[in-house]
Nanobody
């Protein structure tokens, strides 16, 4: 099993920046990739960004491309989400997620239902 613990979010003005972190423990050797999702009140959980654990390859939702950067530190079992040029519509609870290495590999399906492990969620609020 893998446990994911997220850092605290925060309150930031539009145009500002914030960095989130997520630290994995347990059977971390089994992780294939990690990702960030977000969920605003009354909306579905939305994919934000993902990073391959081994190669560091990344993918982003169009809504955050060019503004957010996902990165990882394998030695620390930690993934980060650097959020720049924040907008009020970025306001949401942000969740760290991960999934197991399987055969065949999970591939590039980033639906929330495909992830095995979840952080507790942290609130990010962007004011105008």
């Amino acid at each position: 099993q893998v446990q994911l613990v997220e850092s605290e979010g925060g309150l930031v003005q539009a145009g500002g920046s914030l960095r989130l972190s997520c630290t994995a423990s347990g059977r971390t050797f089994s992780i294939y990739d990690m990702a960030w999702f977000r969920q605003a009140p009354g909306k579905e959980r939305e994919f934000v960004a993902t990073i391959r654990w081994s190669s560091g390859g990344t993918s982003y939702a169009d809504s955050v491309k060019g503004r957010f950067t996902i990165s990882r530190d394998n030695a620390k079992n930690t993934v980060y989400l650097q959020m720049n040029s924040l907008k009020p519509e970025d306001t949401a609870v942000y969740y760290c997620a991960g999934r197991r290495s399987t055969w065949p590999p999970p591939g590039s399906d980033y639906r929330a239902s495909k992830y095995d492990y979840w952080g507790q969620g942290t609130q990010v609020t962007v004011s105008s």
